[in-house]
T-cell receptor
């Protein structure tokens, strides 16, 4: 099925561990982004990319790295996990950053840092 | 600072009881106002995009409207399957130090419709 695929769906990390959240889309979308969703905070933008090789920071980038080597994939790396990074992470894609296209979201990764 | 505020935080309705959800925004150079539906444990699902004041869009029991400062999501004769969290998002201009054209989301309104 066409769409945005996120893996894993659930993850528990210990403080200080590193990991990569995977995101892949098969719609040839140029724009991809990562959001985190916390209770009472809404969706907040972490990093985004407007095409392969181009990334930029969003509202809450600290503690996270991204790269975009292909159009399809946009992994999010946690360098040294902290309890404050416990959240639900969503990857989204769109044909372009501008215009009226709604984002297509993945089903999310629920991360717990202990 | 670009900002999107939704109200109420939660809304409980009886089946068939129509109501409206509010989304107020302060965004430089609005380039689109978006509504999404989010079910528990799932990612947001796109509903509508509105561009200019006076514009309206409809889908089944939902109708979205836009003014220069607010958007409303009207729900007519809701059913239990309309229960979800409804998210509003705005896209501003590509202004340095701002959202750079990314979507800014409100915190959502959790709608519960009882049979």
């Amino acid at each position: 099925n066409a769409g945005v695929t996120q893996t894993p769906k659930f993850q528990v990390l210990k403080t200080g561990q590193s990991m990569t959240l995977q995101c892949a889309q098969d719609m040839n979308h140029e724009y991809m982004s990562w959001y985190r969703q916390d209770p009472g905070m809404g969706l907040r933008l972490i990093h985004y990319s407007v095409g392969a090789g181009i990334t930029d920071q969003g509202e809450v980038p600290n503690g996270y790295n991204v790269s975009r080597s292909t159009t399809e994939d946009f992994p999010l790396r946690l360098l040294s996990a902290a309890p404050s990074q416990t959240s639900v992470y969503f990857c989204a894609s769109s044909p372009e950053i501008g215009g009226g296209y709604g984002y297509t979201f993945g089903s999310g990764t629920r991360l717990t840092v202990v | 600072e670009d900002q999107v505020t939704q109200s109420p935080e939660a809304l409980r309705l009886q089946e068939g009881e129509s109501s409206s959800l509010n989304c107020s925004y302060t965004v430089s150079g609005l380039r689109g106002l978006f509504w999404y539906r989010q079910d528990p444990g799932k990612g947001p699902e796109f509903l509508f995009t509105l561009y200019s004041a006076g514009e309206e869009k409809e889908k089944e029991r939902l109708k979205a409207t836009l003014t220069k400062k607010e958007s409303f999501l009207h729900i007519t004769a809701p059913k239990p399957e309309d229960s979800a969290t409804y998210l509003c998002a705005a896209r501003g201009g590509y202004n340095y130090g701002g959202s750079q054209g990314n979507l800014i989301f409100g915190k959502g309104t959790k709608l519960s419709v009882k049979p």
